[in-house]
């Protein structure tokens, strides 16, 4: 089980934490003990003090209004691969639809947060050096001081990356509030501020522990990790101030950084994937840690099912699911169509990323593959069905939001490779073809199955109250519904929502009823024949270009509904035209299938976020607007 840096009483000592910054004006509403009372003659006496302030900087990570929602889920959409469902005033829909986008609160929420976290940052990062012990401490005392001046650093920098990343050029400040520096600063161009992250992580890394965690806490190879997707986004393309769209000159520059990065990284191995792809979402689901394949995450702890310290990872973004054997999930992160068939059928990463079923009262999946039901599939890694808490998550949860793991590190190495190298090398095959390989369960003993239909029975009311049963075989994870009915109530159609894996044998399939009727039908499992290397791996020769397509791609299947794609497609400048090409393909299934993206997306307008109203009308600093707001 996970051991939370943030328990109940590291949750009321990151609140110690935050009384050492004065809040801004607009966003204090607490009666809090003034901050000054917290001066360097009482507070930043001892490591336990330091290690509470540091936990206070990670805290901004913690919150639905940064990683546990916003940021996670609704700033992710819409995309090729996800959007929001619906349509309405509410802003987790108009913003992600391109649909009049207000400078509202929901923007000022994260902005507001990353702010927070810089400034008590930069107040740990001022303190600690000051602190008797960082000089004349034990050597235990000095090297856990500068680990946490490390992490302090790391997540300033992880902070301003965010920042730049969703808004642009962005107020800029490395000294805390304390010092009296000025909160309402100007717009400082991002490469300015780009220059301080990437020393900000360099320093980092060179004094983290480079031991796995076995908290969510930072190491080195995390902090390595994290600057090499910085400085693919500094290298990537951006919306500037102009409402051009381009990538700096120097790009290369900043793959060579990512490149030194993961090289370093690779060399010393402390990384290596889950062979299972299911059971990565099961762990984190079941709050298990996993260091080797999560690089890095935002903690959440959440033991009474209340907002607090909480997210809605399951809850927002899981498969639709009635309220009853299981808690509800809302389904809000619907899956367009394409998508789901883009993947080859053998791919296992399919039918654990996409839910084409929801889940009842009494937690039997029901097919959506008739109609316009197609149109309601939804992303499906962090299933009800996975949580062993469930009676205590039923709308918050604590399950942690992953910000990489280490298929994106490897899918990263990939395009590194293949830009630095005009095409792509054996270390860019390698990389992506681990990733395939995973994907298609290449490592885990047995076989996927299937599922035929022999008698139709008799007497069955609808497909909804059919449950087929999958038992025995050593597999788990698979699962069938039935689809239609005939005259006489009798099975015409199932289909498989997940084909498992792992058995060893074909398992037992019985049908019956939720309502008692219906009898006599019957079905049969079949071991499915693993996928060979040559059907998983890339083809060889591929070009710089086409190989650049295939990590696109790859991305999309191997992370989608992770909170990467909108940031990706906008680095490789190639946003609309996915909107665009999506579009077409719904399209192509039915002329008003729901995807309402295309008719609200502007290029040169979109690719960035506008400046919070809340912000702007406090910070007079702020003269202008993003393109188009």
């Known amino acids: 089980m996970k051991n939370k840096i943030f328990s109940l009483k590291a949750i009321l000592v990151a609140g110690v934490a935050s009384l050492l910054l004065p809040l801004s004006s607009c966003d204090n509403q607490l009666e809090v003990t003034p901050y000054s009372y917290f001066t360097s003659a009482n507070f930043f006496s001892n490591v336990d003090e330091a290690y509470m302030a540091t936990l206070g900087v990670y805290e901004t990570m913690s919150s639905r209004e940064t990683y546990g929602w916003n ?21 987790w829909r108009t913003i992600p639809h391109y649909q009049g986008i207000s400078q509202t609160n929901t923007f000022f929420t994260p902005w507001s947060e990353f702010y927070i976290g810089i400034d008590r940052a930069n107040v740990v990062i001022e303190k600690i050096p000051q602190m008797d012990l960082y000089s004349n401490g034990s050597e235990s005392q000095k090297n856990e001081l500068n680990r946490m001046l490390g992490e302090a650093k790391f997540l300033r920098g992880f902070y301003y990356s965010e920042l730049v990343r969703l808004w642009g050029d962005v107020p800029f400040k490395t000294k805390s509030s304390q010092t009296g520096d000025n909160l309402n600063g100007g717009l400082v161009d991002r490469y300015e501020i780009y220059t301080q992250i990437i020393k900000d992580m360099q320093e980092a890394a060179a004094v983290l522990p480079e031991a796995m965690p076995t908290d969510e806490r930072i190491n080195k190879w995390g902090a390595k990790a994290m600057l ?68 890095f995450q935002a903690a959440f702890y959440n033991p009474a ?105 490897l899918l990263m190495r990939a395009e590194v490779e293949n830009e630095l190298n005009d095409g792509p090398n054996t270390i ?72 498992g894996d792992g058995y060893t044998s074909a398992p037992t399939v019985t049908i019956t009823s939720t309502d008692g009727k219906g009898t006599g039908a019957t079905a049969t499992a079949q071991l499915l024949a693993k996928p060979t290397a040559a059907a998983i791996n890339l083809p060889s020769g591929l070009n710089k270009q086409d ?24 680095r490789w400048g190639i946003l609309a035209d996915k909107i665009t090409e999506t579009n077409t393909a719904v399209k192509a299934i039915r002329s008003n299938y729901f995807y309402p993206s295309f008719s609200n997306f502007v290029s040169g307008k979109h690719e960035l976020y506008p400046f919070p109203t809340n912000e702007t009308d406090v910070n007079k600093s702020i003269t202008r607007q993003n393109p188009q707001y």
């Open 71 to 91: 940021l996670s889920m609704v700033f992710d959409a819409d995309t090729d691969i996800m959007q929001i469902s619906g349509t309405g005033a509410d802003d």
């Open 305 to 409: 099912g209340t907002q607090g310290n909480a997210s809605w990872v399951g809850y927002f973004n899981g498969p639709l699911t009635t309220n009853g054997f299981y808690p509800t999930s809302i389904g809000r992160c619907l899956v367009p169509k394409p998508f789901y068939t883009s993947f080859n059928a053998a791919d296992q990463r399919r039918d654990l990323s996409i839910a084409t079923y929801a889940i009842d009262a009494l937690g039997n999946k029901l097919a959506r593959v008739t109609a316009r039901q197609d149109e309601a599939w939804t992303v499906a890694k962090w299933s009800r069905e996975f949580q062993t808490n469930s009676t205590l998550e039923r709308s918050y949860t604590h399950i942690n939001w992953v910000i990489m793991r280490y298929s994106d590190l």
């Open 547 to 570: 190989f650049l397509k295939a990590i696109q791609q790859e991305r999309a299947w191997e992370l989608s509904g992770e909170g990467m794609r909108r940031a990706d497609l906008i």
């Open 228 to 295: 090499a997707r910085v400085a693919l986004f500094a290298g990537g393309y951006s919306l500037r101030a102009d409402g051009t769209i381009q990538r700096p000159d120097n790009y290369r520059d900043y793959y060579v950084l990512a490149q030194q990065q993961i090289n370093d990284i690779m060399a010393n191995n402390p990384y290596k994937l889950n062979p299972s792809y299911a059971q990565v979402f099961k762990n984190q689901c079941q709050h298990v840690l996993e260091p080797t394949e999560n690089i």
């Open 428 to 499: 860019a095959y390698d990389a992506i073809n681990q990733v395939r390989k995973r994907g298609f369960g290449a490592d885990v003993p047995g076989s996927r199955i299937g599922i035929t239909l022999g008698s139709q029975g008799t007497g069955y009311t609808s497909a909804a109250t059919v449950v087929i049963n999958i038992t025995g075989g050593g597999g788990s994870e698979a699962a069938a519904a039935a689809v239609t009915m005939a005259s006489g109530g009798r099975i015409s159609t199932i289909t498989m929502l997940r084909s």
